[in-house]
C-alpha cells in the first residue's frame, strides 16, 4: 500500500509563489508515474503534470507550462511542483497520484493507483 502525503499549501497573493511535496511510504516514485492533479470548487479534477516512468519526460498541462515545474529527490523520496507567478485560477486542492499506464492515458486520473489526501492553494488578488 503506497501512501502518499502532499504538504505545502496555503494562501498567497497573486504572482507569488508555492513550493507543494509529496512524500511516499511503501513505495518508491522511480517506480511509477507520478503526478499532481488539481480540483477547484464545482469543478471537475484536472491534470497539472506528469512525469512519466518510461522515459523520464514531464509533461503539463497548457496553463502551467512554464510557470510550474515538477522535480523528484530520490534521496527523499518526495516529490515536488514548484508553482510561480500563481494566478487566481490556481486555487485549487491540489493531488499528487501515482500508477502505471501507456504514454498516451498518462493525463487519465483513472490511471492512478494511489492518491494522496490532497493540500489547498489558494491564491487571491
Known amino acids: 500500500q503506497v501512501i502518499l502525503t502532499e504538504t505545502g499549501g496555503g494562501l498567497v497573493q497573486a504572482g507569488g509563489s508555492l513550493r507543494l511535496s509529496c512524500t511516499a511510504s511503501?513505495?518508491?516514485?522511480?517506480?511509477?508515474?507520478v503526478a499532481w492533479y488539481r480540483q477547484a470548487p464545482g469543478k471537475e479534477r484536472e491534470f497539472v503534470a506528469a512525469?512519466?516512468?518510461?522515459?523520464?519526460?514531464?509533461y503539463y498541462e497548457d496553463s502551467v507550462k512554464d510557470r510550474f515545474t515538477l522535480s523528484r529527490d530520490n534521496a527523499r523520496n518526495t516529490v515536488y511542483l514548484q508553482m510561480n507567478d500563481l494566478r487566481v485560477e490556481d486555487t485549487a486542492v491540489y493531488y499528487c497520484?501515482?500508477?502505471?499506464?501507456?504514454?498516451?492515458?498518462?493525463?487519465?486520473?483513472?490511471?492512478?493507483?494511489?492518491w494522496g489526501q490532497g493540500t489547498q492553494v489558494t491564491v487571491s488578488q
Open positions: 511503501g513505495g518508491t516514485f522511480s517506480s511509477y508515474t
Open positions: 497520484a501515482v500508477g502505471s499506464m501507456i504514454l498516451s492515458a498518462i493525463r487519465n486520473h483513472e490511471m492512478y493507483r494511489h
Open positions: 512525469r512519466n516512468r518510461g522515459n523520464n519526460r514531464i
